[in-house]
């Protein structure tokens, strides 16, 4: 017998050899129809994978992400086995689960897989499905797997191979489909009552420019039909709110081949957004202490060698620019914490004058790979909403609460209400990819996770999502259609000051090293933008909106009473202008609407005669006839309302 310890630390004891299914079923019948997956001993398994000693589970459903994983991971290799069947030959790269859904990177060979061939492998996997085809883990020696594959001519999942250690390889069969995996998969294709290829892209293998581009396939699926229709409405409006296409009709930015890849250019509408963003921020920041600082766009190389950003993201990054001087090199600015490490560095510091905390709107410069690129959400050159706190290590929890209470107070004030603070810890297995002690990775990720129990904030702990400087606070929201976005964060770094050798005098009248936080809440300004743009479909507060109104002459002998109403509203400082094209009415109406501006002002001869306008508000139909004093006071009282709880 072996004994079992659940989540509510109760202890069952069973027969060795128990599977996660059977304690399933042991607890309900209704728990062993759901669940998907089980955590034995902080290791993610099958459900049908034998127990043999004594161990702590945790048994996951569709609504955990550990239970999506499975439950995801499983449609990639059914997924694979449908287009096996289909183009006989075809080679497999990497099938992974991804935010929402999966997929697979394929080499078809001489054939070619298009958006119209979704249709059939579909068909195919659902045909598949009906088997009910059981996942069989085995394991598998090194030397076997590389024979298996081999054969095959399958050079991807053989380079792939290369590079496992012995004694940790296996394999997952279901039906006439072999794959190399480490799982875990749920019990039989018959689990997933629905399932939807939607996209075909393509991949560079290993994410590398250099080897040969597959093709990726893009799919989702569910436990039931009714949760696939929802996804697919979700969808619908994700495609109505796309950054990329509400920025264009907002016109709010733009992009140039001419200038660049990635490189997003502001239009002056979109320039206006981004400046009350920025002076927003900067208002909060003056409350607590912050001190603003300008650094250059480029900066030595030995800068970044200093900081380690050069070794970690060297290859990432734009190649060094070289000067008529021999042996100078520059590079664009990847990050902004080396610079104002060298601010802090400028003049002796006491205790006293900790915490020093410096703030900037810096932008930086990364080479992303061309095919990653994506509107604003992902670019090459983009601005953060920096800032970094030098503190004693006294200060650090402090310090730390404040950042969280800053990012909590933006998300209240732009409607963000659904939000998870992602603790991210080094990778206890992998420990190489950062800099500093276990000493110093130990105290920094222990201030998180106190820091945000004093909050009480509902978070999640994942390993080897940290920097490669220290663990870091990544806030995850939700958006209004339910898409996770990850913007605010925070980071607790030891190994800069370090590396820069800061220092302070303390009390003792001796020297001592700082603690350096960084943080950025909007992560940054594209980014937040992107964001900001789909959760409210470009219909922005009215304080932050580039044009609060438009006026609307029916004709053009109106279009001077419409000239002389717009100068009368510039006096009290409400952003309007005059669309005064030779269109009906109706049609200016409707595209003013698709522009998202919040009060549409309508001017005839009968708003001539009174001296006043007809006022349309957008979402909200007619308000009336009102006189420009009043439609003003109208309007500002409204702003009053949402800056009072700025």
Not at 42 to 52: A, K, Q, S
Not at 151 to 168: A, W
């Amino acid at each position: 017998m072996i004994k079992i310890t659940l989540p509510d630390n109760s202890v069952r004891e069973y027969p060795a050899g128990i599977t996660g299914y059977e304690i399933a079923k042991s607890i309900s019948e209704g728990l062993a129809n759901v669940v998907l997956s089980i955590t034995v001993n902080n290791e993610l398994w099958d459900l049908t994978r034998p127990i043999n000693q004594d161990s702590s589970i945790k048994l996951h459903k569709w609504e955990e992400e550990e239970g999506k994983h499975a439950f995801w991971h499983s449609s990639a290799h059914l997924m694979a086995e449908a287009l096996e069947a289909i183009y006989p030959g075809m080679k497999f790269g990497i099938g992974p689960t991804i935010e929402n859904g999966f997929y697979y990177d394929v080499d078809a060979g001489e054939k070619v897989v298009t958006e119209a061939d979704l249709v059939k492998i579909e068909a195919k996997i659902k045909e598949l499905i009906q088997q009910k085809e059981a996942f069989i883990r085995s394991e598998i020696s090194k030397a076997d797997a590389l024979k298996l594959f081999g054969d095959k001519g399958d050079q991807y999942k053989t380079e792939l191979i290369t590079e496992l250690e012995d004694g940790t390889i296996s394999l997952y069969k279901q039906g006439n489909f072999t794959d190399l995996c480490r799982g875990p998969h749920i019990p039989n294709t018959g689990y997933i009552k629905a399932i939807k290829l939607l996209s075909i892209a393509g991949a560079y293998w290993r994410g590398n420019e250099k080897n040969k581009q597959l093709t990726r396939i893009y799919g989702i699926s569910f436990p039931k039909q009714k949760l696939l229709e929802e996804y697919l409405v979700m969808l619908e409006e994700a495609k109505k709110r796309d950054h990329r296409k509400v920025g264009k009709e907002l016109e709010l930015f733009t992009f140039s081949q001419r200038v660049g890849q990635g490189l997003p250019l502001w239009l002056p509408k979109g320039a206006q957004l981004r400046e009350r963003l920025e002076q927003f921020l900067k208002k909060v920041q003056k409350q607590y202490g912050y001190l603003q600082v300008i650094t250059p766009h480029i900066g030595q190389k030995e800068l970044y060698v200093t900081s380690g950003h050069y070794e970690k993201y060297g290859k990432d990054s734009f190649q060094p620019i070289h000067t008529p001087c021999e042996g100078e090199e520059f590079l664009l600015k990847p990050m902004n914490c080396p610079h104002h490490c060298e601010i802090y560095k400028d003049k002796p510091h006491s205790y006293k004058e900790l915490p020093l905390r410096l703030a900037e709107f810096g932008t930086v410069y990364r080479y992303e790979q061309s095919g990653e690129l994506h509107g604003l959400t992902r670019v090459r050159g983009f601005t953060q909403d920096d800032a970094h706190i030098f503190c004693t290590p006294d200060q650090l929890k402090e310090e730390f609460i404040k950042v969280i209470d800053i990012i909590l107070y933006i998300f209240k004030v732009l409607e963000f209400k659904d939000y998870t603070a992602q603790i991210s810890l080094r990778d206890p297995d992998n420990r190489e990819k950062y800099i500093g002690s276990d000493e110093n990775w130990e105290k920094a990720e222990r201030a998180i996770i106190e820091a945000t129990q004093e909050k009480g904030l509902n978070t999640v702990v994942v390993k080897g999502e940290a920097a490669f400087y220290g663990p870091k606070l990544d806030f995850m929201i939700k958006d209004a259609i339910g898409r996770k976005w990850q913007l605010g964060t925070i980071q607790v770094d030891y190994n800069l000051p370090e590396r820069f050798e800061l220092e302070y005098i303390g009390a003792d009248n001796q020297k001592h090293r700082p603690v350096m936080i960084h943080r950025a809440p909007f992560g940054s300004m594209e980014r937040f933008v992107a964001v900001l743009i789909e959760h409210t479909g470009g219909k922005f507060p009215l304080w932050l909106t580039p044009e609060q109104v438009v006026l609307l002459p029916i004709s053009e002998k109106y279009n001077d009473y419409a000239k002389k109403v717009l100068n009368l509203l510039n006096n009290y400082d409400i952003r309007s202008f005059v669309d005064d094209r030779n269109e009906k009415i109706g049609k200016k109406i409707r595209d003013n609407e698709l522009k998202r501006i919040p009060f549409l002002l309508i001017v005839g001869e009968k708003e001539f005669e009174s001296e006043t306008i007809a006022v349309r508000k957008q979402g909200d139909g007619d308000k009336g006839t009102m006189s420009i004093e009043e439609f003003a006071t109208y309007i500002n009282k409204e702003v009053a309302e949402e800056l009072s709880k700025i």
